[in-house]
């Protein structure tokens, strides 16, 4: 794919945006505030428009111009923004929302000060020790939670390591096969990180892609090596015929899993 179509799976081309599609950028202007303002915490949204504010009042530097020239185009030129794509402009925020901080007297800047250091440091160790209770807690004010991409969904790397245990342990007596589709995320790319350099697990592609279509009229196929799929909730590429499941790890919620399967031994 050339950069000039990925450009425009991603961002809207001069003739789009020269027809004024005011309702895409009321949806992107919406939900740039709604992600702006529940991940940098309602406290260090407010500061840093204030900051902003102070910034662009007294001319201080060409921050305040490069920050806004960013969410601008992002706002205008964005076919389907995200909190992956806002994220980057948010990183200049705490500056602005210090400058807010500072500009009040000292008790209170004491007292703001503290409160959004303390509540930083709250979240994000809540984020790193409980993420599914940060992530439920998100989910329940905002619909960019993130939830579904890093707890619940398959993007999440829950079930993982479990896997990977479970095919060492497999591995333990002899080599192994570990086989996935074509695809990248997880558990595909996770296996290849995991297995790469192993001495036990093998990790290739079995995917009805790249074999010979005269397999997939098989029930059965014999192999000198035990091979394993890892799917994505039993995913298996077209190949289901010639696997059978054999243990699932869930991911919380039970809405999705990690499926391992293994192939069907012929009579």
Request: with cysteine; aromatic share 14%; net charge positive.
């Amino acid at each position: 794919m050339t950069i000039k179509m990925r450009l425009q799976e991603y961002c809207e081309n001069v003739p789009e945006i020269l027809v004024f599609p005011l309702s895409l950028w009321i949806k992107n202007f919406s939900t740039s505030i709604d992600v702006s303002f529940f991940h940098l915490t309602p406290l260090i949204f407010i500061l840093g428009i204030y900051g902003l504010y102070l910034s662009v009042r007294d001319k201080i530097g060409i921050l305040p111009i490069f920050f806004l020239t960013g969410c601008l185009l992002v706002i205008l030129l964005g076919r389907s923004i995200g909190p992956r794509y806002l994220t980057a402009f948010l990183v200049l925020t705490p500056i602005f929302a210090s400058r807010a901080i500072f500009s009040f007297k000292k008790t209170p800047a004491i007292l703001i000060g503290g409160t959004s250091t303390f509540t930083a440091i709250a979240v994000t160790s809540l984020l790193i020790f409980s993420p599914i209770v940060y992530f439920n807690s998100m989910d329940k004010v905002t619909t960019f939670s993130q939830k579904s991409e890093y707890i619940t969904g398959w993007t999440s790397g829950y079930g993982i390591l479990e896997t990977v245990d479970y095919l060492n342990q497999k591995a333990k007596d002899e080599k192994i096969i570990a086989g996935f589709r074509i695809d990248a995320g997880n558990p595909e790319s996770a296996m290849f990180v995991y297995f790469n350099n192993s001495a036990r697990v093998k990790p290739i592609y079995i995917d009805s892609k790249n074999l010979d279509k005269s397999i997939l009229n098989l029930n059965c196929v014999k192999s000198p090596f035990p091979i394993y799929f890892v799917a994505r909730a039993g995913n298996l590429a077209g190949l289901d015929k010639l696997f059978i499941e054999e243990k699932r790890f869930y991911k919380p919620e039970a809405k999705d899993f990690v499926s391992i399967h293994r192939l069907k031994k012929c009579d």
